[in-house]
């Protein structure tokens, strides 16, 4: 089951520019989370944030939570090369299921 | 360890064999998940388990597939008679929560073969 879905599937941006991902998702939630996944393999941890909260920042992330919308978005500032990879956001599932399930990913590339 | 490794790397297998993939989780973290991510899609959630009970495997494809987990440590999952849709990398992740409380640790994947 897939809780979390996110948009744009892919994104293209020059290097410097900001770049926007969004997650919409189906019931409510306790928490919800962001990763990264360089090359199919391994996801990295980014960015976690509560029902109870509407924004947070971490360098040059910003999430925001929109509980009434059941979106999220990921905003990456002063983008590089570097962040070129695929963007999952993950949420418990079904309103307080304690499994962890994970959107479709944004696919950003970042040209130099 | 230092974070969660999963063995083997890599593995390719002819159809109708049965294959095991290990994950070994960072020590002292009660739950653990498998996912399937076939190439360039999202992540597929497989089972996860708390301790080492699993109380929810719906995300399981068919009973081909079983997972197990020992001494709240290491887990297995085991694909029987496989198939060539089974081809995908699998991949493990292990929390000290379950329900997205915290960050998930992943380890670097399986890919498995099917030929």
Same mark, same amino acid.
């Given at each position: 089951?897939?809780?979390?879905?996110?948009?744009?599937?892919?994104?293209?941006?020059?290097?410097?520019?900001?770049? *926007?991902?969004?997650? !919409?998702? &189906?019931? #409510?939630?306790?928490?919800?989370?962001?990763? =990264?996944?360089?090359?199919?393999?391994?996801?990295?941890?980014?960015?976690?944030?509560?029902?109870?909260?509407?924004?947070?920042?971490?360098?040059?992330?910003?999430? *925001?939570?929109?509980? !009434?919308? &059941?979106? #999220?978005?990921?905003?990456?500032?002063?983008? =590089?090369?570097?962040?070129?990879?695929?963007?999952?956001?993950?949420?418990?599932?079904?309103?307080?299921?304690?499994?962890?399930?994970?959107?479709?990913?944004?696919?950003?590339?970042?040209?130099? | 360890?230092?974070?969660?490794?999963q063995s083997p790397s890599n593995k390719?297998?002819?159809?109708?064999?049965?294959?095991?993939?290990?994950?070994?989780?960072?020590?002292?973290?009660?739950?653990?998940?498998?996912?399937?991510?076939?190439?360039?899609?999202?992540?597929?959630?497989?089972?996860?388990?708390?301790?080492?009970?699993?109380?929810?495997?719906?995300?399981?494809?068919?009973?081909?597939?079983?997972?197990?987990?020992?001494?709240?440590?290491?887990?297995?999952?085991?694909?029987?008679?496989?198939?060539?849709?089974?081809?995908?990398?699998?991949?493990?992740?292990?929390?000290?929560?379950?329900?997205?409380?915290?960050?998930?640790?992943?380890?670097?994947?399986?890919?498995?073969?099917?030929?």
């Amino acid at each position: 089951s897939q809780q979390g879905e996110e948009d744009p599937q892919a994104l293209s941006i020059q290097e410097g520019e900001n770049a *926007t991902m969004n997650c !919409s998702y &189906k019931t #409510s939630i306790n928490n919800l989370q962001w990763y =990264r996944q360089n090359s199919g393999r391994g996801l990295v941890h980014l960015i976690l944030i509560r029902s109870n909260e509407r924004e947070k920042h971490s360098g040059r992330l910003r999430v *925001t939570l929109d509980t !009434s919308k &059941k979106s #999220s978005s990921l905003l990456i500032t002063a983008s =590089r090369a570097a962040d070129t990879a695929s963007y999952f956001c993950a949420t418990d599932a079904e309103g307080g299921s304690e499994k962890l399930v994970f959107g479709k990913g944004t696919k950003l590339t970042v040209n130099p | 360890g230092a974070g969660v490794s999963q063995s083997p790397s890599n593995k390719v297998t002819e159809k109708g064999k049965d294959v095991e993939l290990r994950c070994d989780p960072i020590s002292g973290h009660t739950a653990l998940y498998w996912y399937r991510q076939r190439l360039g899609q999202g992540l597929e959630f497989l089972i996860y388990f708390q301790g080492n009970s699993a109380p929810d495997k719906s995300g399981l494809p068919s009973d081909r597939f079983s997972a197990e987990r020992t001494g709240e440590s290491v887990s297995t999952l085991t694909i029987q008679r496989t198939q060539q849709e089974d081809s995908a990398v699998y991949l493990c992740a292990s929390s000290d929560s379950w329900g997205g409380w915290t960050e998930a640790f992943f380890g670097q994947g399986t890919r498995l073969t099917v030929v």
